[in-house]
């Protein structure tokens, strides 16, 4: 089983997160696989990963350009009069003290005072394809991927991705999709960055078998947003909305936990940061 840290504040934020979770779980809607046209980031272009991602990305606004209060205050700008601000969760890098903590973020809709130019441009490469290709040009130590079989799977024991043929899907995007799930799960293996040698003290235990689902879930639908492609392998093979209902029915920590190994995760694959093998995960044991 999962043993929780001892985080201030923390019983309130893992409730909040996993009833607006809950929320769409039973309305048949998954959040993690829901897609959408921008990546939800602040004024500076740095995105909202982990849980952040989609507890801000499917709010309905023209753009996912996000501001706390404090940045709202320091500009001058005023926050428009009946607005109502949003929830993420932060996590410091305290060791002696982990705290996780609930903040509030508006979207630049929201917000009197902002002048065109003073919002980032929307980000896309156009080309969806081109920006998959990329993904996979810049990910450290790329496992070899043979697609001469029918399924789709990591196979762990060899280091290797097994693809079914591109003759078996309707079109890249899709192919694309389904290597990304696979290309999460190798991020596991010792020689990257190991993070299922945890998962491996349980192998039957289902509380560890979620957390490891739901974090390749996640970080599969973001390499899909930065790829600019719909998450078509999540909503074809693991679209159990009520199955996922359950399962955070009966655990309240799981999506932010998950969620938390989800930033070092995608970080890796990007490339984004040289040590993103360092970074730490979120201070969980499994026992």
Same mark, same amino acid.
């Given at each position: 089983?999962?043993?929780?840290?001892?985080?201030?504040?923390?019983?309130?934020?893992?409730? &909040?997160?996993?009833? !607006? @979770?809950? /929320?769409?779980?039973?309305?048949? +809607?998954?959040?993690?696989?829901?897609?959408?046209? $921008?990546?939800?980031?602040?004024?500076?272009?740095?995105?909202?990963?982990?849980?952040?991602?989609?507890?801000?990305?499917?709010?309905?606004?023209?753009?996912?350009?996000?501001?706390?209060?404090?940045?709202?205050?320091?500009?001058?700008?005023?926050?428009?009069?009946?607005?109502?601000?949003?929830?993420?969760?932060?996590?410091?890098?305290?060791?002696?003290?982990?705290?996780?903590?609930?903040?509030?973020?508006?979207?630049?809709?929201?917000?009197?005072?902002?002048?065109?130019?003073?919002?980032?441009?929307?980000?896309?490469?156009?080309?969806?394809?081109?920006?998959?290709?990329?993904?996979?040009?810049?990910?450290?130590?790329?496992?070899?991927?043979?697609? &001469?079989?029918?399924? !789709? @799977?990591? /196979?762990?024991?060899?280091?290797? +991705?097994?693809?079914?043929?591109?003759?078996?899907? $309707?079109?890249?995007?899709?192919?694309?999709?389904?290597?990304?799930?696979?290309?999460?799960?190798?991020?596991?293996?010792?020689?990257?960055?190991?993070?299922?040698?945890?998962?491996?003290?349980?192998?039957?235990?289902?509380?560890?078998?979620?957390?490891?689902?739901?974090?390749?879930?996640?970080?599969?639908?973001?390499?899909?947003?930065?790829?600019?492609?719909?998450?078509?392998?999540?909503?074809?093979?693991?679209?159990?909305?009520?199955?996922?209902?359950?399962?955070?029915?009966?655990?309240?920590?799981?999506?932010?936990?998950?969620?938390?190994?989800?930033?070092?995760?995608?970080?890796?694959?990007?490339?984004?940061?040289?040590?993103?093998?360092?970074?730490?995960?979120?201070?969980?044991?499994?026992?």
């Amino acid at each position: 089983m999962f043993k929780t840290p001892k985080l201030t504040g923390s019983h309130e934020v893992f409730k &909040t997160v996993n009833d !607006a @979770f809950c /929320r769409k779980l039973s309305q048949g +809607i998954i959040p993690w696989h829901q897609s959408f046209k $921008e990546i939800p980031a602040d004024m500076t272009g740095s995105t909202f990963l982990n849980v952040n991602m989609w507890l801000l990305g499917d709010l309905g606004y023209p753009r996912n350009v996000f501001l706390s209060k404090e940045q709202i205050k320091s500009t001058g700008w005023t926050i428009k009069g009946g607005e109502r601000g949003h929830l993420i969760v932060h996590l410091n890098n305290d060791e002696n003290n982990p705290c996780l903590i609930r903040k509030t973020v508006y979207n630049i809709a929201q917000v009197s005072g902002i002048q065109r130019e003073q919002i980032p441009p929307l980000i896309t490469t156009g080309n969806p394809i081109g920006a998959c290709k990329s993904i996979l040009r810049y990910v450290p130590d790329m496992v070899p991927i043979e697609d &001469t079989g029918t399924y !789709a @799977f990591y /196979r762990r024991s060899d280091d290797i +991705i097994d693809m079914p043929q591109p003759e078996y899907f $309707e079109n890249d995007a899709q192919w694309y999709s389904t290597l990304f799930y696979q290309l999460i799960a190798s991020t596991g293996h010792a020689k990257r960055l190991g993070w299922d040698k945890r998962l491996e003290q349980k192998p039957y235990d289902k509380q560890v078998y979620c957390l490891e689902l739901l974090v390749i879930e996640m970080c599969c639908s973001c390499l899909c947003a930065y790829g600019e492609i719909e998450p078509w392998f999540l909503s074809r093979y693991h679209s159990n909305s009520e199955g996922w209902l359950h399962t955070l029915e009966s655990d309240a920590t799981l999506a932010v936990i998950a969620g938390s190994y989800m930033q070092p995760i995608v970080s890796y694959i990007l490339n984004l940061d040289e040590r993103a093998k360092n970074l730490k995960l979120f201070p969980v044991s499994i026992i």
